[in-house]
């Protein structure tokens, strides 16, 4: 049996979500909208895990879905494999805990109709990015994701919320433009659309200028999109202004969907790597990790520093990618998933702090561990995951990427991925110590603990953050070990790619 | 070649209206100057002199066609500027509600 038109159902369950929330609003009450989007989300949820049992079975481990039934180089076609899979587990087990975080953090003032149709309209984008094997169709997923994002991160209509979400949309659509032209570029070179198609193109044409250039373009554009260290300047202020729910899914999954996935499924797997460009990538981020790591210190709004300790993570990822060997990119891959939860872990806390405390300033807060000790206990499991406290997720995807890199002989690179962890761990300290320990301060006597909804979700996450390290099991392996087969398969994947189409 | 170079040079007055200008409208505006720029730069991938559209008719051979696909993808990137530019005049506008001003150097509450 053909199982490859699950690949489309990614993309028509949350558009259609998005539409029947939007339809129902003036008719349902919000109950029956929040179980709608609990609903769709936790049934995508359920897709991608069937979609990671059926992969194994298929021609070549890809599913290949023709929309319309045109053959591959001609329709636009998309693509399962193992590291799509693997981003759509990350995507949608995010997008499910904060659709179950949004019942309790939606305000009554907010209009809970409209937020969520936005929601269900970057899910669509996230998801479309990662299913997605034509190069065009991948612009406009993108461009679907960034312009709800840009809607959301004012969503709650502030000045500084509006002042974010300016910035935001002219350095994200100017990172857009970038790849449009990059992709107009490879275009006219091959005269086709589809990823696989274009990648044996390219391999049979000897083009001296347009590869490096269409690199350069893509560099900018998608290392925009992902807050690479010189283009990172977005990110702080989008994701301290948009509501928390929001800042988790752009933390945890938009900035690796956007940006890290489709760089790195252009450069290993369409346009083929070359040594410089792996250590363009190395440079990039490892100027990610140190700069990121002394900002975040010295931050005192709780989101900020998080957010400017998401750059220095995803620095971390393009240092594993850019070392290139089987064990770098393995540690990145391993790392988009531990820094994808504990990150939205974080943001969501933070989340419930602001509502029931209204503070951000880690300045006036204090011992809001006595009255919010869920929150506390999954904050402090998700930072010490974060710096690297060994049996927690994120500790052994640091240690992979570390080893990674004194396999490959860069010993400096390895101690900056040292000092980084170092520095994350000052980061986290410094906001533990002033947010949840010490002494509850008078004005915070009356604080509640946040929503049971809220709890719900914040203690699931904990639970996958204290466990992710049990993915390095021999039987649970193949879930990283395919995504990062992938992208060392390298220019391969053309051949497998339409080798499973014909089938 | 002169098309491709005027097609440049329309970028980059979008651009420099995006990276050097304050009011937050002239940069809107220049965001359209660089979407202009880059769909004719798509579109012209696909002229061709005296080129027809590729349809196949009775007694009729087509020797010199267009490529019709950049046309299709430009339309999908026409409408999706469309809804950027709409977003984008929406926070103008707010701003404007908000702070009172459309200079962006005076727009400036976040830091750090």
């Known amino acids: ?22 339809l129902l609003a003036r008719f349902a009450r919000r109950g ?5 989007s609990v609903f769709s989300s936790g049934s995508i949820l359920l897709i991608s895990f069937y979609a990671l049992g059926v992969l194994p079975k298929s021609v070549n481990n890809i599913l290949v879905y023709n929309i319309g039934g045109l053959a591959s180089p001609f329709g636009i076609s998309l693509v399962l494999d193992g590291l799509s899979v693997f981003m759509l587990v990350v995507v949608n087990l995010a997008a499910f805990f904060v659709s179950i975080y949004n019942i309790g953090y939606v305000d009554k003032h907010d209009d809970a109709p409209k937020f969520l149709t936005l929601f269900f309209m970057m ?3 996230l998801n479309g990015v990662v299913i997605t094997g034509d190069l065009f169709n991948l612009f406009v997923f993108l461009e679907v994701a960034s312009i709800a994002g840009y809607a959301l991160v004012c969503f709650r209509g502030g000045a500084e919320e509006l002042e974010a979400a300016f910035k935001y949309a002219v350095m994200g659509s100017t990172g857009s433009a970038f790849i449009f032209i990059g992709i107009a570029f490879l275009y006219s070179f091959t005269s086709t659309l589809n990823m696989a198609d274009m990648s044996r193109i390219i391999a049979m044409k000897e083009g001296i200028f347009v590869v490096p250039f269409v690199t350069v373009l893509f560099i900018m554009g998608f290392g925009l999109k992902a807050a690479l260290a010189p283009f990172h300047a977005w990110l702080p202020d989008a994701h301290t202004s948009a509501p928390a729910s929001i800042s988790a899914m752009f933390s945890g999954v938009l900035i690796k969907a956007l940006g890290v996935y489709t760089l790195a499924r252009i450069l290993f797997n369409v346009l083929g790597t070359t040594q410089a460009l792996l250590s363009a990538l190395t440079v990039l981020g490892a100027i990610s990790i140190l700069v990121s790591g002394v900002l975040a210190v010295l931050q005192w709004n709780m989101k900020r520093l998080f957010a400017y300790s998401s750059i220095g993570q995803i620095g971390y990822i393009f240092l594993g990618l850019g070392l290139g060997t089987p064990w770098g990119v393995f540690g990145a891959v391993f790392h988009i998933f531990q820094h994808s939860v504990a990150k ?11 509502k029931s405390a209204h503070e951000r300033d880690l300045r006036e807060m204090s011992g809001l561990k006595e009255k ?4 506390a206990w999954a904050s402090m499991i998700a930072s010490m995951s974060l710096a690297g406290i060994p049996p927690l997720g994120a500790f052994f995807s640091k240690l992979i990427i570390i080893i990674a890199c004194i396999q490959a002989g860069f010993y400096f690179y390895a101690f900056i991925a040292v000092i980084g962890s170092i520095l994350t761990l000052a980061a986290m300290a410094k906001m533990q110590k002033f947010a949840f320990l010490g002494e509850l301060r008078e004005k915070f006597k009356n604080v509640k603990e946040a929503s049971f909804a809220m709890r719900i979700s914040i203690a699931c996450l904990a639970g996958i953050c204290v466990f992710g390290g049990l993915l390095l099991l021999p039987q649970l392996k193949p879930f990283i070990g395919n995504a990062a087969g992938v992208l060392l398969e390298g220019t391969k994947y053309s051949g497998l790619v339409l080798g499973a189409a014909t089938k | 070649m002169t098309l491709y170079l005027l097609c440049l040079f329309l970028f980059c007055v979008g651009l420099y209206g995006v990276l050097r200008k304050r009011n937050i409208v002239k940069i809107i505006v220049g965001f359209a100057i660089m979407g202009y720029a880059m769909n004719l730069f798509f579109v012209m991938l696909g002229y061709k002199m005296h080129g027809r559209s590729p349809i196949a008719a009775i007694d009729q051979q087509v020797t010199n066609m267009v490529d019709t696909v950049p046309q299709e ?3 999908t990137s026409i409408v999706i500027g469309l809804g950027l530019t709409a977003l984008l005049i929406a926070i103008a506008i707010k701003i404007y509600e908000k702070c009172g001003t459309f200079d962006i150097t005076k727009i400036k509450r976040l830091k750090g």
Do not use: E, R
Request: proline letters at 4%; aromatic letters at 12%; charged letters at 0%.
């Open chain 1, 344 to 354: 939205s872990l974080l943001f969501l806390t933070a989340g419930s702090v602001d």
């Open chain 1, 372 to 375: 919010m000790p869920v929150t």
């Open chain 1, 1 to 22: 049996m053909n199982n490859s038109f699950i690949a489309a159902l990614f993309v028509i369950v949350p558009v259609s979500t998005a539409f029947l929330i939007s």
């Open chain 1, 32 to 36: 029956y909208l929040y179980a709608l």
């Open chain 2, 73 to 75: 993808l430009v339309h």
């Open chain 1, 123 to 125: 899910l669509t984008g």
